[in-house]
């Protein structure tokens, strides 16, 4: 059974940082491309950032690029992002994950997700 467990959410500060974590177990995990997405109040959701199996070029949405930081441990079957700089249009549920096929930043290319972390940015 796959699960993705994410964790590190918070409430934070505007100009404040947090680290989430994204714990993946029964999957190959080294084999899969790695996703952050976040659903805001009344959006959709949308991607935030990405990174390929081999840790290689990282993808970001354009209003975090500089922010945050998506990174990866296939030794510890995890994924991070860190965010920094964090701005209440920051304010999300964010979720992590892997990549079946199709574009990075569509949803729908993401077979397997985590439940997701609460970030509030308070202004």
């Known amino acids: 059974q796959v699960q993705l467990v994410e964790s590190g959410g918070g409430l934070v500060q505007a100009g404040g940082s947090l680290r989430l974590s994204c714990a993946a177990s029964?999957?190959?995990?080294?084999?899969?491309?790695m996703g952050w997405f976040r659903r805001a109040p009344g959006k959709e959701r949308e991607f935030v950032a990405a990174?390929?199996?081999?840790?290689?070029?990282?993808y970001y949405e354009d209003s975090v690029k500089g922010r945050f930081t998506i990174s990866r441990d296939n030794a510890k079957n995890t994924v991070y992002l860190q965010m920094n700089s964090l701005k209440p249009e920051d304010t999300a549920v964010y979720h992590c994950?892997?990549?079946?096929?199709?574009?990075?930043?569509?949803?729908?290319?993401?077979?397997?997700w985590g439940q997701g972390t609460q970030v509030t940015v308070s202004s």
């Open positions: 029964g999957l190959t995990f080294s084999r899969y491309d």
């Open positions: 990174i390929p199996w081999s840790g290689g070029i990282t």
């Open positions: 994950g892997a990549r079946g096929t199709g574009a990075l930043r569509i949803p729908g290319s993401y077979r397997y």
